[in-house]
């Protein structure tokens, strides 16, 4: 449990000890209340630290946690957002990065509400819609439709860089294999596909492509068995695709319930959680079902529920996160360290010429 004793400062014992023991009835009259009660002020008192979904609800411009071991639900005590979309969690700062669409900015804070920011202020006419973590080089990957671009920014928001720039056309999700040093969006473009490249840009090649009725937005990976898993939110399915031969597909789930548009997918273990935009709860399915049954995870609280991610503590003695080059002395990179499947790779920020030294170029 994530306590804030900043925010409570102001309750009293009895309103601290009655928040911890009703739980739901606190959140609740958090729902009701908001930040014009005490118990917004208690509201990191529910939370957990292990073991959770983060769920967005964009019409209501806020951020959830569920918590996996009971289900319960706790909104994240955070400033006012503007059509907030896409979530990630943070295990090695422990904190939340997350999107709003209409100020096109990225956020981090840690679950209880300090130490908010904006980390990254992007082009008018743009709109951020993926979002990933590199704990180990400490990047944050995105997508950015309207410019068509994949981008990456240092968790600080100091630092810049491109990674991919032609033949975009609608990006959506991406999520990062940091054991392969890829990664892979989905683009719901013209020509609806899923492509993959190097974690520095380079090696782009295409995945799988779709009909053009086919709208493929969330993704998420399982590294370990080798498999892509997206959902459609034109075709009502869950499908995935063996990254071993690249060839073999298959349907995980056909959702008879049109008009749901599905959005976020978040692969943990077996379960794979997903939301939809004309959803007010998160569903669960097991990929290793025959003949899955989506049931629902946690109430039905949300307006528009879209960007999900999912964390439990994992022990990895032979991870990419322990071996990696970039997580010492950052590569000896002077900006940036990138994954790659041929090994670490110095970059530099926009503007600069890119080596283990960055330098502005000189017009001679």
């Known amino acids: 449990m994530v306590i804030n004793y900043n925010v409570t400062s102001n309750c009293s014992f009895l309103q601290v000890l009655w928040a911890i023991i009703n739980r739901q009835t606190a959140n609740a009259i958090w729902r009701l209340y908001g930040k014009h009660h005490c118990i917004s002020l208690l509201l990191g008192l529910g939370l957990v630290e292990d073991n959770f979904l983060l769920v967005v609800d964009t019409n209501n411009g806020t951020i959830h946690q569920l918590d996996l071991s009971d289900e319960s639900i706790w909104q994240l005590p955070l400033s006012e957002m503007n059509y907030p979309v896409a979530v990630q969690f943070n295990p090695t700062d422990r904190k939340v990065y997350w999107t709003e ?117 969330g993704l998420a990976i399982d590294s370990n068995g080798e498999r892509l898993f997206w959902c459609d939110a034109s075709l009502d399915k869950i499908q995935s695709i063996s990254l071993s031969d690249g060839q073999k597909t298959s349907v995980i ?11 976020g997918i978040a692969l943990l273990g077996d379960n794979l959680y997903f939301t939809g935009v004309r959803k007010n709860y998160v569903s669960r399915i097991n990929v290793k079902d025959s003949s899955p049954i989506a049931v629902r995870v946690g109430p039905s609280n949300f307006n528009m529920s879209s960007g999900i991610t999912a964390y439990r503590s994992t022990r990895r003695t032979n991870g990419f996160e322990a071996n990696s080059v970039c997580s010492v002395r950052n590569g000896d990179c002077e900006q940036i360290c990138l994954a790659t499947p041929n090994g670490p790779q110095c970059a530099c920020e926009n503007g600069f010429t890119t080596a283990k030294t960055c330098s502005i170029p000189t017009c001679e």
């Open 101 to 217: 669409l209409r100020e096109n900015i990225i956020k981090s804070s840690y679950l209880n509400g300090t130490d908010e920011k904006t980390i990254s202020t992007l082009h008018r006419g743009s709109f951020l819609v993926g979002l990933a973590i590199d704990m180990v080089s400490g990047l944050v990957y995105f997508t950015e439709g309207g410019a068509d671009i994949i981008a990456a920014v240092t968790l600080d928001g100091r630092q810049h860089f491109t990674l991919v720039t032609e033949d975009m056309d609608e990006p959506q999700d991406i999520v990062l294999d940091l054991e392969r040093g890829m990664m892979y969006w989905t683009d719901k473009g013209e020509s609806p596909r899923i492509e993959k490249a190097s974690m520095n840009g380079n090696d782009r090649s295409l995945v799988i492509d779709f009909e053009f009725r086919a709208v493929p937005v």
């Open 253 to 263: 789930m056909h959702l008879y319930s049109p008009g749901l548009q599905h959005f």
